[in-house]
């Protein structure tokens, strides 16, 4: 699949797509149950493996020792990659959310189960009328935008 080379390279990648957040107990994406679900993410992408390897190639070619680099220097080259690649970065930063939030482990920390979605689906608490009323406002004073039939 990935040489060791970029393996490394693709794991401080997606340290810098999710970063740890330690107040919130929350771990980054830069381990290898993410990488390797983002490569296999056939089923969610024409082929994963290629767009990463092209997007750790041209990494690779703007940027010199991108894992030694300091985090604002990480994130401005992903900024640039992303502004050469806007499809392909999209996509493995879509791929890597997918493979990261269905981690077993990651769910509970965000407040919801350990299980899969389906068939249980996840218990969700009603908002307030209050919030209710705020949130549909705009809705509700612009009136009718349909015609009627």
Known sequence: MLTQEDNTLFLS????????DGARRM????VKAVAEGVLSAT???????QTVTHLL?????????????????????LKALEAAHPAEFNELVRLTYMAYYSRPEIRPLLGVG???????????????????????????????AYRRA
């Open 13 to 20: 990648v997606l340290d810098e797509i999710i970063p740890a």
């Open 27 to 30: 771990p980054s994406a830069g």
């Open 43 to 49: 089923a969610y992408s024409h082929n994963p493996l």
């Open 57 to 77: 190639e041209a990494l690779k070619a703007s940027t010199a020792a991108f894992t030694a680099q300091p985090p604002s220097a990480r994130v401005a080259a």
């Open 114 to 144: 350990a299980h899969p979605v389906h068939p249980e689906g996840y218990g969700v608490e009603r908002e307030s009328e209050d919030l209710m009323s705020e949130l549909t406002a705009p809705v509700r004073a612009r009136g009718i």
